[in-house]
Every structure is written in structure tokens, then in C-alpha cells.
């Protein structure tokens, strides 16, 4: 069974509409992660939360916002989607910055 | 910032290769050095990490030796198999043991 479950697997937005992508996990861990992967930055970090604050963020865009309702989900709000956000998102957890486990990601398409 | 440079882009063998990716990092005092696993449709997953000088990472028959002389951290197996295909990464996690920064990654690909 997946311990970390992203939802949706795959989704098509059209540019400018504003998406959710939904990160839950089921490993006790405190500390979660979203990554990005495109063709043109591989694995790229975005942000870390731990005990649902937010700890680090390497997202230039305020288009980009996680939320995290309970201490183990960490959504991914996405607003004014471009084209140039198409990718790979990986939603992560450790337990106190020990080893990260990812999750399968949400394959993401703006057209 | 922190970040590792790996150099291959790709990597094409036959089975019963040796395998050499290389990996050097760039950071103050003692980072994790992680090397990380990713097969088609899933996310990457760790192999083995080290966190101190001279100390050895295995598993699966691949290994590393973190070198904080040569800022190196280079992954290696004697013998590959098809099924060793994927891309590889590897990643650091600085001195505060923050989130893990990916390299670009290697594509191995292994012909039986």
C-alpha cells in the first residue's frame, strides 16, 4: 500500500485557471516536502513543512502556495497556471529530517 | 548554495559492466550525501546516504565513499544488470540536515 498518496495522478489545466494537487501520508512523519521535476530542472526543491509550519520555501512564485489542514497533508495550491508550470510534483516526508521517502507525483499539463 | 554536479547525463552499458556515476559536491563542513533511485512512473527512492568522512554507503550492490577531500561522492556497482536501469540522483542535505538538494541526475541504461 502507497504510504504516501497523491492525488490526482495526472491532470490537464488550461492557463490562468488555479489547481489544487492533494499530498497525504500515512508514515507518522512531521516533516513533508514538495518537489518539482520538468525536462529543464530535474528534482527541483520547492518547500519543506514541519509540524505544518513552513520551513523553507526555494519558490520564487507566490503563485505557489502549500496548505496543510493536518499535520499529515501538505496541498499544493497552484494559481494563474502557465504553461511553464507543467511538470512532475512530488510531494515528500521524513521524520525529522531523516531519510525522505516521495511519493509517485501528479503529472501535470497546462495547455 | 549548497549543490552537487553530476557529470554523466547519460550512461549506456552491458550487463556485467562496471558501473561509475560520478558525483561532487559543493558545501561548508560535513553534509549528508545521498544517492537516490528513480524508475519510470514512480518517485525516487533512497539507496544509501553518508555522513561523515571516509564513510561507505551500500546497498543492493552499489556503494559510495564519501571523500571530503575531493568533495566526492561517486556510485559504483562491479557488475550491473538490466534491471539496474533508472536514473540516478545524487543529493546532499547541508549541515542543518534541510531538505535534500537533487544533481541533475544520470539515465543508466543496461543491455542484456
Known amino acids: 500500500d502507497p504510504k504516501i498518496i497523491q492525488k490526482p495522478k495526472y491532470l490537464v489545466a488550461v492557463t490562468g485557471s488555479e489547481k489544487i494537487l492533494i499530498c497525504e501520508q500515512y508514515l507518522g512523519h512531521n516533516a513533508m516536502y514538495w518537489y518539482r521535476q520538468s525536462a529543464k530542472k530535474p528534482l527541483e526543491f520547492m518547500f519543506s513543512y514541519s509540524y505544518q509550519k513552513l520551513m523553507d520555501n526555494q519558490t520564487a512564485s507566490s503563485r505557489f502556495q502549500p496548505q496543510s489542514s493536518k499535520k499529515n497533508h501538505l496541498d499544493l495550491q497552484i494559481t494563474a497556471l502557465k504553461p511553464d508550470d507543467s511538470a512532475t510534483y512530488f510531494c515528500a516526508s521524513s521524520q525529522y529530517r531523516t531519510e525522505v521517502f516521495f511519493g509517485k507525483g501528479t503529472r501535470l499539463t497546462v495547455v | 548554495g549548497d549543490s552537487v554536479t553530476q557529470t554523466e547525463g547519460q550512461v549506456a552499458l552491458s550487463e556485467e559492466d562496471f558501473l561509475t556515476i560520478h558525483c561532487n559536491y559543493s558545501?561548508?563542513?560535513?553534509?549528508?550525501l545521498f544517492w537516490y533511485v528513480q524508475y519510470p512512473g514512480e518517485g525516487p527512492q533512497l539507496l544509501f546516504r553518508?555522513?561523515?568522512?571516509?564513510e561507505k554507503g551500500s546497498s543492493r550492490g552499489f556503494e559510495a565513499t564519501y571523500d571530503k577531500g575531493t568533495t566526492s561522492f561517486h556510485l559504483r556497482k562491479a557488475s550491473v544488470q538490466e534491471s539496474d536501469s533508472a536514473v540516478y540522483y545524487c543529493a546532499l542535505s547541508d549541515r542543518n540536515n534541510n531538505a535534500p538538494r537533487f544533481g541533475a541526475g544520470t539515465k543508466l541504461s543496461v543491455k542484456p
Open positions: 553518508a555522513s561523515r568522512d571516509k
Open positions: 558545501a561548508s563542513g560535513y553534509p549528508t
